[in-house]
DNA sequence: CTGAAAGCGCTTACAG
DNA sequence: CTGAAAGCGCTTACAG
């Protein structure tokens, strides 16, 4: 790499001051047509940049996001969760329509990201994203607060959280999940997933499903409920301890889809079909979730539009405007994996009409 | 935000001059172990961080790699390939253990992208990715060597190509699919995708399904190959275009997997199963293969080694040291799609038993 | 509308 | 082992 074109050498070509060029390639009003031309033309001849890192040094701003994505250590570290992977792709589409750079950092084990990026100048804010104990987040959500960091974070959105907050209506898609359940006939619903305060969307939902049933008229019964976290490994064996417990049950709600999914794998392991045996719904819309066997019924979380309301909001807040929490609506997807009762098979059919 | 510390602060705190906090914060041999430690606690009670803008503009570097991500413009731009999703998650874990931060940009609309990273200095180091019509490329890949900057893409590792491309092995990927489907049985294989150089990846993949199919003395039909991106739209279209035009086929070989989960989509519309009537393999291993029904015989691309091996290479050209193209393994993955004659039904068992 | 000059916060020869 | 000083390449008051 040759020395790079400064420039003072696009002012020595086009003939006029250094501060010229700059403000021309700013697009100051304050500079004539007719050498804002000649400087944008040598400045393309000269392959000419602006030097980010000088610039940025100079406004005291860095023009990018940082996606910080926490994943639980727990989880199988080869895959990243397919629900942040969409989201990953739409916040990185929004940011990109409003001009930002987006840095990405996954946050299993550095323990001091709540001041790496800002603090470092390497970022104007930060988006958090990551299921995981939000007790354990709180205090360092709380302290970049006081630092003035500028954040959002996705997760469920309650008073009294610090700081901006976008999720989905965690109660009402946990709520409508089970209704759903309720009215194909089923009694007995389990609920896969961590159920305390420690996930606060996990508990949202398992609120929004203790809600439905109990407006049906029915028990909310502990034996039925096992925690997992959201891996397709989790909900398997979640599944297979309510199997041990000899719990009886008609449904299952995995706080996920990837919880739901490796539930399916045990309840097929065991020989129980779905939905004939056992209806089951999970929550995210992951892209796999249309495409198994039977398509998984389940609570969309429009990833899209998070992605964009993310953006927007952090933006707002980079630009000293009012930024606010926002919850965003759940909508129900009616796949096979809850309809019943299922369509008789052909040949039991056939050995009946004989 | 009050203001933030800077060098002179810790420097007047721990009572030395700024370039001893500078040195001692670098972690330079030459400050003392007592200094060092005043220092560093000085710097820890401000919160301090270095402000990386600054220091990358005096070391002329930015210790971050760009991740360009090319996506077809025609493709439906609400999900990204979840083959690139894939490698996005391993670059990115790849990057972060060696200590670079990852900047990351989809260039569908962008034409500049050639120079836009590493010449303002946001970015030491570009990766390239994506499928795309590599002849519109090519000049740009041959102005970003000439230009001396420093990248890697990933594609189809052929001679001749300008910089340094990591791919997997088409080729025999694609030979190692079709021979497995002549094994079964197959004897008019359709091949799914573009097959000119124009998308070398597929057009290795294709040629490797034609060697197969020379080596066991059947013949290379074109009224059997039909073109397609990456998309399950255009799969889908591809196979109704084959089953319009009145071909006749036992097996279908997807450039991608999107490719032959649409075909699978388009194969199950008009009445044909898979694998009973249609055998079907894709490419990829993207995780829906192994969730889709019947679950997806591919040829797996391994992402997690494609990152390290992508962002080792970058990294040595980076540290000056040479770089070289490689070829990756491809590995056949027997699914249920390609598993032939499917075993009879239970009912028309039963019927024939009566 | 344009130019000369200061300064953003570091790193690193240079001198001791 | 430590300090004073130059300079990375910009942006932006300040002066005209």
Redesign the pocket.
Same mark, same amino acid.
């Given at each position: 790499m040759k @020395?790079? $074109? +400064?420039?003072?050498d696009i %002012?020595h070509l086009a @003939? =006029?001051? &250094?501060?010229? =060029?700059?403000? $021309?390639?700013?697009g100051?009003?304050? =500079?004539? #047509? #007719? +050498?804002?031309r000649r400087i944008q033309s040598a400045a393309d001849t000269l392959n000419?940049? =602006?030097?980010k890192? %000088?610039?940025n040094?100079?406004? &005291?701003h860095t023009g990018t996001l940082a996606l910080l994505l926490f994943e639980d250590p727990t989880a199988d570290d080869s895959h990243i969760n397919p629900f942040f992977l969409s989201m990953l792709g739409s916040i990185t589409r929004a940011s990109a329509q409003r001009g930002y750079d987006l840095l990405i950092s996954f946050q299993q084990f550095s323990r001091d990201w709540h001041a790496d990026f800002t603090g470092s &100048?390497k970022a104007d804010g930060l988006i958090l994203l990551g299921y995981g104990d939000y007790q354990s987040h709180r205090d360092k959500l709380e302290k970049l607060v006081a630092q003035g960091t500028r954040f959002v974070r996705w997760g469920a959105v309650l008073p009294g959280q610090p700081g901006v907050s976008i999720g989905c209506d965690n109660f009402a898609g946990g709520r409508l999940a089970t209704q759903h359940l309720i009215e194909q006939g089923c009694r007995r619903i389990a609920f896969l997933g961590d159920a305390t305060p420690h996930y606060p969307e996990f508990h949202e939902r398992y609120r929004g499903y203790a809600a439905a049933l109990r407006e049906a008229g029915l028990r909310v019964d502990e034996v039925l409920q096992a925690d997992a976290e959201t891996t397709e490994r989790a909900g398997y064996e979640a599944a297979e301890l309510l199997l041990e417990r000899g719990a009886e049950f008609d449904a299952v709600f995995g706080a996920s889809d990837l919880i739901a999914i490796g539930a399916l794998r045990a309840l097929s392991e065991r020989g129980l079909s779905v939905p004939g045996d056992v209806a089951l719904a999970g929550f995210d819309d992951i892209p796999m979730a249309s495409f198994i066997n039977p398509s998984l019924t389940t609570v969309r979380q429009d990833t899209g539009k998070a992605g964009e309301v993310l953006v927007e909001q952090l933006v707002r807040q980079i630009g000293g405007e009012g930024a606010e929490s926002a919850m965003l609506p759940a909508q129900l997807k009616v796949r096979r994996s809850s309809l019943r009762p299922e369509p008789e098979p052909a040949f039991r059919k056939m050995l009946r009409n004989q």
């Open positions: @020395g790079k $074109a +400064t420039s003072f %002012a @003939g =006029v001051s &250094q501060s010229t =060029v700059s403000r $021309a390639l700013r100051s009003p304050l =500079v004539s #047509e #007719e +050498t804002r000419y940049k =602006v030097d890192n %000088a610039s040094l100079r406004r &005291q &100048q």
